[in-house]
């Protein structure tokens, strides 16, 4: 008869009193009941009290093997008394064996098939809390996994901390964690824990934590480094959190996780749930974006609740959800042809959802995001083809008119499925400037139905002087940038020459013509600017941002948008102005600081030798270039060789991995990485850097860099 769980105690602590570290008090089993590579476990007696233990002892003696068990003797004495750590009764003095109660099983061997949601909440619950104490004290498990997980006196309980981090500072022996080595379990271990296990933090838990519920839902151990998701459901929108590969996109340690599945298994008002979502996105929570877009994808027949919350987000948030979830803002935008059935919706609320819808479409197209570009495209032209959006034709007509390459190639497919879409934008087919693969599809369409076209679809311009103000975003804001006012396309819009920024008046006689003209041009900045990932708005966390002077704010003082009007010298307007083309400049500036090009940064620190001129332009977001400008032999050849030497580039995106001869990626700080390009003749460098774990530099530097 299993003893209660009062009576077990009792015995345990027993066994605790009578601990006096002599191997002799304990009568081992003769065959074990667990063996790995760093210790063997047995079933035990302790004579003195009869009392079943498990016994574990060091399979090696060496000085590492002996500190690691030291190591988890000592964090399962301070954190053992809470109920879901599991605790020590008793230990050798020499820290080769010791003594812990005896489980039942651990969740690997008590798994009988994939968990059903409650006995996982059951699970990834008590590894939480047994985690919280720990956490705040700074110890890291850093091997958290099924058969670290003990079933012990009707409970979960977290055991093994001999691969754990203590605080730092107090790591008696550094070297023991070898910097770039494999580090925990394969699977299970965050990528981070291979490149410096000593810097992981609550992030590194976190991330296994969510490979422990891809190994519950499916049955499979996970892959190293790769994400194991459950098929479908809410614990895939929790472990596809958990793992995302950059720590920092990650739940904010094992209390922000709970909240993450509170919000997906606790009963909430859907109202109140949006509007707590929006307060939070606004203070920028970033896991509330995904779990706001997650409500909106598996809303049923509430998908109407969530339409100005999900629409009416900033558009460098939409643009962070896209980035940081793509499959659920798949889902968000297929959904959207069902916002309005049964209902007549205001002509603004039709062509807002249509313009976001596109607006997605780019920001898919600047991730390589295609069958999220597919649905994008597929929802707004339905919502075309019903005569939803016919006040948002311009836009539709524009945005197709802007895509070339593989986001045309798409476009185009979506169109032969929507022909009654193509017979409303015949306009196109005789457009030089439009792809020919969307002229083909509009023209094909077209002719099989022909009576479909009806009158033309006002532009976005002119539906827009029919919206009430701010009543959603307009043609103009196609680019994700905000308001016409604030960015490079809206500056198109207002009829701003795109080339000089003179705004002169058209010539007389061709005013309609050029409206058209500079409407389409302005969404094709507008759709370069999307292309290019910008996908978080703490621009002061980065050279060039806030902090640099290359903020929103800035653009309201007359700093210079384009790098060309700080260039003085030929050779050097030469070398910067290709970056003119850039859509999203939010301001140009003379480099200081972070900014200044002199062979320092924050990775690696070097004398300073000044340029005899630079400059620096932040997009607001998080991609900032800088220029300099050196006297010949005045600091050139030693500048450019810091930066073209500098440590590569630790998690490279797409083309960084090969990057074009005379370029050289490397690590600008621990957050950021930069691409660096010289002109030995005119003594010029050049350094274009990011946060984002998605922009690809290469890709950047080479669409704007001639």
């Not at 950059?246 to 094992?254: F, L």
């Not at 007509?397 to 409303?424: N, T």
């Amino acid at each position: 008869m299993h003893p209660s769980g009062a009576d077990e105690r009792s015995r345990l602590d027993a066994v605790r009193r009578a601990g006096r570290g002599s191997r002799r008090d304990y009568a081992l089993d003769p065959r074990p009941i667990a063996r790995g590579g760093q210790a063997t476990v047995h079933g035990a007696v302790h004579k003195p009290t009869g009392v079943r233990v498990a016994f574990k002892k060091a399979a090696l003696r060496d000085r590492h093997s002996l500190a690691r068990m030291r190591r988890e003797i000592e964090a399962a004495r301070l954190f053992g008394d809470h109920p879901h750590v599991m605790p020590v009764l008793d230990a050798s003095p020499a820290h080769d064996w010791f003594v812990m109660p005896l489980a039942c099983g651990t969740a690997r061997t008590l798994a009988a098939g994939p968990a059903d949601p409650a006995s996982l909440r059951e699970l990834i619950t008590a590894i939480c809390d047994a985690l919280r104490e720990p956490h705040r004290r700074d110890w890291i498990h850093r091997d958290l996994k099924p058969d670290n997980i003990l079933r012990f006196d009707r409970r979960w309980v977290v055991a093994d901390w001999g691969l754990g981090r203590r605080p730092r500072g107090t790591t008696t022996d550094p070297a023991r964690t070898r910097v770039g080595g494999e580090f925990g379990t394969a699977g299970f271990a965050a990528p981070e824990l291979a490149v410096n296990a000593h810097l992981a933090g609550a992030q590194a838990d976190v991330f296994s934590i969510g490979q422990i519920v891809g190994w519950a839902c499916t049955g499979r151990d996970p892959q190293p480094n790769v994400p194991l998701l459950p098929p479908s459901g809410p614990w895939r929108i929790i472990a596809k959190a958990a793992t995302a590969h950059d720590p920092a996109r990650r739940p904010d340690g094992v209390d922000g996780l709970l909240a993450l599945i509170a919000a997906e298994f606790d009963p909430e008002p859907a109202a109140a749930r949006a509007a707590r979502l929006t307060g939070a996105i606004r203070d920028g929570d970033g896991s509330a974006l995904v779990e706001l877009f997650s409500l909106a994808g598996h809303a049923g027949d509430d998908h109407a609740r969530f339409f100005d919350s999900v629409v009416d987000l900033p558009a460098d948030r939409v643009r962070a959800a896209v980035a940081a979830d793509p499959a659920t803002a798949a889902e968000v935008v297929r959904s959207a042809p069902s916002w309005y059935a049964g209902t007549a919706p205001s002509p603004a609320r039709r062509r807002r959802v249509v313009t976001w819808l596109l607006t997605i479409a780019g920001h898919a197209a600047g991730l390589g995001e295609w069958d999220l570009l597919e649905d994008a495209v597929d929802s707004a032209l339905h919502l075309d083809a019903a005569g939803a959006a016919a006040d948002a034709g311009g836009a539709v007509r524009a945005w197709l008119s802007a895509q070339s390459g593989q986001a045309a190639s798409i476009a185009a497919v979506s169109l032969r499925r929507h022909p009654e879409a193509c017979a409303r934008h015949t306009a196109l087919i005789g457009a030089a400037a439009v792809d020919h693969r969307i002229r083909e599809a509009v023209r094909a369409a077209a002719a099989t139905h022909p009576a479909a076209a009806g009158p033309p679809v006002p532009d976005g311009d002119d539906a827009a002087r029919d919206d009430p103000p701010g009543d959603g975003p307009t043609q103009g804001d196609l680019s994700g940038d905000g308001p016409t006012r604030g960015g490079p396309s809206g500056d198109v819009a207002r009829g701003d020459s795109p080339g000089d920024g003179s705004g002169r008046d058209d010539p007389a006689g061709g005013r309609r013509s050029e409206i058209v003209v500079v409407a389409v041009i302005g969404v094709v900045a507008a759709a370069l600017a999307v292309t290019i990932p910008l996908l978080d708005e703490a621009a002061g966390d980065q050279p060039g941002g806030r902090g640099s002077g290359a903020g929103a704010s800035d653009a309201q003082t007359g700093l210079p948008r384009r790098p060309t009007e700080l260039a003085d010298t030929p050779q050097f307007k030469n070398f910067v102005k290709p970056w003119d083309q850039y859509p999203a400049w939010v301001a140009c500036r003379t480099g200081s600081g972070d900014t200044l090009l002199n062979g320092s940064f924050p990775a690696r620190r070097a004398e300073p030798e000044p340029p005899v001129h630079s400059l620096s332009c932040g997009n607001g977001g998080n991609l900032t270039v800088m220029f300099a400008e050196f006297r010949p032999g005045a600091g050139f050849a030693g500048v450019s060789q810091r930066y073209l030497s500098a440590p590569a580039a630790e998690h490279p995106v797409g083309t960084e991995r090969t990057p074009p001869s005379g370029t050289h990626v490397f690590q600008w700080s621990a957050t950021h990485r930069a691409l660096v390009w010289t002109d030995r003749e005119a003594q010029t460098i050049g350094v274009v850097t990011t946060d984002s774990p998605a922009a690809d530099l290469v890709e950047i530097w080479s669409r704007y860099r001639a």
